[in-house]
Structures are given as C-alpha cells and as structure tokens.
C-alpha cells in the first residue's frame, strides 16, 4: 500500500530539489530560451546553488510530513513509527523524482551538445 499524501509530497520534494536543473529545460521548451543559455544556467545553478535547491526539498518534505503527522494525530515518535508507510513512501518518491529528472535532463543536455 503506497500512502498517496506521502507519495504527493515526495513527489513534489524531489521536483523542488532538482528544479535548478529542470527550470532551465522547462524554459528551453517553451522557448523562453536558447539551449546554450539554459546549459549555461543549469550549471550555475546545479553546481553553485545545487545545495540550496537540495536544501530546500529536505525542508519542505519535513514540513509536509509533520503537517500530516498532525493531521494524523501521530506527533510523537510511537506516532511516526506507526505511521512508517508514510515515512518510506515520501523518502523513495522524492529520491525516484529526483533521479529520474536528473538522468532526463543530462540526457537532454548531451543531445542537446
């Protein structure tokens, strides 16, 4: 069983995290962009603000898993442990978001070059 509110804030966590690297595609495809520049702001973003995008997924998967935590009734920690479905659900869809949008953008990146 796959908790859906879980599986929505990972899935929004790892975006997040990796939005320094999918904002520049995103900008070339609606042609907002020229591809040289969005390679160009990918790799400043990726290798000099990288942490910082990876940072603010973290916090918000925190937020968004103690804010179902209490909707839940489940604050303390025997709470959490019962509630590790969520726990895993969020960690594995934000962690398979990032990848897979990780190898698509440096997949698009090679072709591109």
């Known amino acids: 069983m796959v908790d859906r509110a879980g599986l929505k804030i990972g899935l929004l966590a790892g975006l997040v995290g990796i939005s320094c690297c ?59 442990r019962s509630q590790w479905r969520l726990l895993l659900t969020v960690a594995l869809a934000m962690a398979a978001a990032y990848v897979s949008l990780y190898w698509l953008t440096a997949y698009l990146s090679r072709s591109a070059s």
């Open 22 to 80: 999918v904002s520049p595609v995103v900008m070339v495809l609606l042609g907002l962009a020229s591809v040289s520049f969005a390679i160009s702001l990918g790799n400043t973003l990726y290798y000099q603000y990288g942490w910082y995008f990876r940072g603010a997924a973290l916090v918000l998967a925190t937020a968004g898993v103690i804010g179902i935590l209490r909707g839940r009734h489940a604050c303390t920690l025997r709470g959490a």
